[in-house]
């Protein structure tokens, strides 16, 4: 079993940037490739970015392209989502997740582990 916990979401108002943390207490997340996902109001649960193990970003989902930028630092045992220029569209429900990774990349279709969530609320 991991554990999953975000961190770092929060109220914002448009325009404005927030950066999510995924971080995996008492285990690593060296092995793991990890997607960000998230649950919109009224919306089915959507991939956003994910990174592989080896830091291979997968495609954008095409609503955040441009804006979101995943990475991840394995010395902090940490993976990370900059969300910038957030409008209000991006509220919902952020989790990080270990996913499936085959031959390098993200197979975010399928997830191992969830974590348990964090708000971004974007209002003015």
């Known amino acids: 079993q991991l554990e999953l916990v975000e961190s770092g979401g929060g109220l914002v108002q448009p325009g404005g940037s927030l950066r999510l943390s995924c971080a995996a207490p008492?285990?690593?997340?060296?092995?793991?490739?990890v997607g960000w996902f998230r649950q919109v109001p009224g919306k089915e649960r959507e991939g956003v970015a994910c990174?592989?193990?080896?830091?291979?970003?997968?495609p954008y989902a095409d609503s955040v392209k441009g804006r979101f930028t995943v990475s991840r630092d394995n010395a902090k045992n940490a993976v990370y989502l900059q969300m910038n220029n957030l409008q209000p569209e991006d509220t919902g429900v952020y989790y990080c997740?270990?996913?499936?990774?085959?031959?390098?990349?993200?197979?975010?279709?399928?997830?191992?582990?969830w974590g348990q969530g964090t708000q971004v609320t974007v209002s003015s």
């Open positions: 990174i592989s193990s080896e830091a291979h970003s997968a």
């Open positions: 997740a270990a996913v499936e990774e085959r031959y390098g990349f993200c197979q975010t279709n399928v997830v191992y582990y």
């Open positions: 008492g285990a690593t997340l060296d092995y793991y490739a």
